[in-house]
Structure formats: C-alpha cells, structure tokens
C-alpha cells in the first residue's frame, strides 16, 4: 500500500503563487507514477501533472508554464508549484500514484487507486 497526504493548499489573491505538498509512505517502490489532479466545484476531475519514476514529466495544456511538478526522492515528498494564479485555479487538489509500469503517467483518475484526502487552494480575483 501506498499512502498520501496533501498540504500547503490556501486562500491567494490571483498572481500570487503556492507550492502544494504531498507527503508518501509505504511501499513507494512500487509507484511507477505520481501526479496531481484537481476538481473544481461541477467540473470533473482532471489531471494537471504527472512524473514518472525516470523523471519524465506531464502537464495538462491549460497549466503548461505555470505549474512545475517536483520530487523530492529523500523526503519522499511530491510538490506542484503553482505561478501565477487565476480564479479558475480553484479546486480541491489531489495527490494520486500508479504502479503499472507500462500504463502512462497521463492517465484518467481511475487508472489510481493510491490517492490522497486533497488539499484546497482558492484564488481570488
């Protein structure tokens, strides 16, 4: 089992920025792919990024260039920085990994079964 827990979600004034936080433990060696995904109040959820264990990296059109997606291999953490900042940023964000190998990192959310309790993060114009 893999677990994950999500931080540094909050209130922020548009262009401002935050570094979201998620925190794993567990069997991470079997984690193929680690990404974030939100979900905005009557909007499906979607992911913005992912990074496979090569390093290799994937991000949703609408936050190229804004968002970075990070490991941190010694604290086992996994950060999303996030740069300026619009109102439809605002969502709950969620950690998520899979352990398929051969399975893409830019995959639907039911292709993760390791998931996070998600972090909130609302940005106001």
């Known amino acids: 089992q893999v677990q994950l827990v999500e931080s540094g979600g909050g209130s922020v004034q548009a262009g401002g920025s935050l570094r979201l936080s998620c925190s794993i433990s567990?069997?991470?060696?079997?984690?193929?792919?680690l990404a974030w995904f939100r979900q905005a109040p009557g909007k499906e959820r979607e992911e913005v990024a992912g990074?496979?264990?090569?390093?290799?990296?994937n991000y949703a059109e609408s936050v190229k260039g804004r968002f970075t997606i990070s490991e941190d291999n010694a604290e086992n953490t996994l950060y999303l920085e996030i740069d300026s900042l619009k109102p439809e940023d605002t969502a709950m964000y969620y950690c998520?990994?899979?352990?398929?190998?051969?399975?893409?990192?830019?995959?639907?959310?039911?292709?993760?079964?390791?998931r996070g309790q998600g972090t909130q993060v609302t940005v106001s114009s």
């Open positions: 998520a990994a899979h352990a398929y190998r051969f399975l893409s990192c830019a995959a639907t959310w039911l292709n993760f079964p390791y």
């Open positions: 567990g069997e991470r060696d079997k984690v193929y792919c």
């Open positions: 990074i496979r264990r090569d390093g290799r990296t």
